[in-house]
């Protein structure tokens, strides 16, 4: 079982930034894609940014120069780096983990206000 532990949610003005963390219980290089997700209640969950074991990025393309998703093995944890944000970023965002064997495992999620 892999747990994963979001934080850096809040509240915070339109154009501020954010630093999402996530942080897995295990060595996130055995882990072959680490995401990160968000959801707004009535709609689906939507992908806003992956990354893969060999370093290869993903962004939602309406959040590509405005967001950064970043690891760091050593301390098994997973940023996403939010800037610029706007009102409509306002969801509650997830991290997501895909193992080697298929297995995916979701945080619970942290909620990320934007005030206009």
């Known amino acids: 079982q892999v747990q994963l532990v979001e934080s850096g949610g809040g509240l915070v003005q339109a154009g501020g930034s954010l630093r999402l963390s996530c942080a897995a219980s295990?060595?996130?290089?055995?882990?072959?894609?680490m995401g990160w997700y968000r959801q707004v209640p009535g709609k689906q969950r939507e992908l806003v940014a992956s990354?893969?074991?060999?370093?290869?990025?993903t962004y939602a393309g309406s959040l590509k120069g405005r967001f950064t998703i970043s690891r760091d093995i050593a301390k098994n944890s997973v940023y996403l780096q939010m800037s610029s944000l706007k009102p409509e970023d306002t969801a509650v965002y997830y991290c997501?983990?895909?193992?080697?064997?298929?297995?995916?495992?979701w945080g619970q999620g942290t909620q990320v206000t934007v005030s206009s």
């Open positions: 295990v060595s996130i290089g055995s882990v072959d894609t």
């Open positions: 990354t893969t074991s060999g370093g290869t990025t």
């Open positions: 997501k983990a895909r193992m080697w064997n298929g297995a995916t495992y």
